[in-house]
């Protein structure tokens, strides 16, 4: 894995935090079961995957 700065780190949390936070507004408006609702629920993960990642690296970084 790549070498990232802890201000590079949660530089990425906040940006992720922020588009998780807009993809839950956006649900409601969408029809469930359509393909956008699958997509954006798809994307919802991914973030939240990235999240636990970098959260486990910022744990781990040496100027912890």
């Known amino acids: 894995m790549a070498d ?3 201000a590079e780190l949660e530089e990425a949390q906040t940006a992720l ?3 998780i936070r807009k993809c ?3 649900q409601g408006s969408l029809k469930p079961g359509s393909s956008q609702m699958t997509l954006l629920t798809r994307r919802m993960k ?3 995957m990235a999240m636990t990642m970098i959260s486990e690296a910022l744990e781990d970084h040496p100027d912890a």
């Open 4 to 6: 990232y700065t802890r």
């Open 17 to 19: 935090a922020s588009l």
């Open 24 to 26: 839950e507004k956006t």
């Open 46 to 48: 991914a973030f939240r």
